[in-house]
């Protein structure tokens, strides 16, 4: 399995298991000039913005150390122009979760879920 379809399978098993947790997908993938949203979710009313990192080993660093103070920004900027480009109320409610998947088999993978892993920057 390549690069590619590695991060694919891991934001499908993202989706699928914040739906089932009741979150609604309102957007994968979504984008911009400025980048990519990996899933824009709802959930109880407020916008959830998750970056997903999906890792067949630990070799070079954790799923969870990819989301960096730089991509942690990126993230919130881009969420800023999704809540504009959908006509979001100022200071609508907005979380940023972090989805981080190791794959451990061809058919298995441990995901953990970190709910309001960053917060957006002052």
Aim: charged share 35%; proline share 3%; net charge positive.
């Amino acid at each position: 399995m390549d690069r590619n379809e590695t991060g694919r399978r891991g934001e499908d098993a993202a989706a699928a298991y914040l739906e089932r947790v009741g979150m609604t997908i309102e957007a994968r993938n979504w984008r911009c000039p400025a980048g990519e949203v990996d899933i824009v979710a709802r959930d109880e009313g407020e916008f959830v913005f998750v970056e997903v990192k999906t890792r067949r080993s630990d070799r070079t660093g954790t799923a969870e150390e990819a989301v960096s103070a730089a991509k942690q920004k990126r993230v919130a900027r881009l969420a800023e122009a999704y809540l504009r480009s959908i006509d979001a109320p100022i200071g609508y409610a907005a979380r940023f979760d972090v989805v981080a998947i190791r794959v451990i088999a061809p058919d298995r993978a441990l995901l953990r879920h970190h709910r309001a892993a960053f917060q957006l920057p002052s």
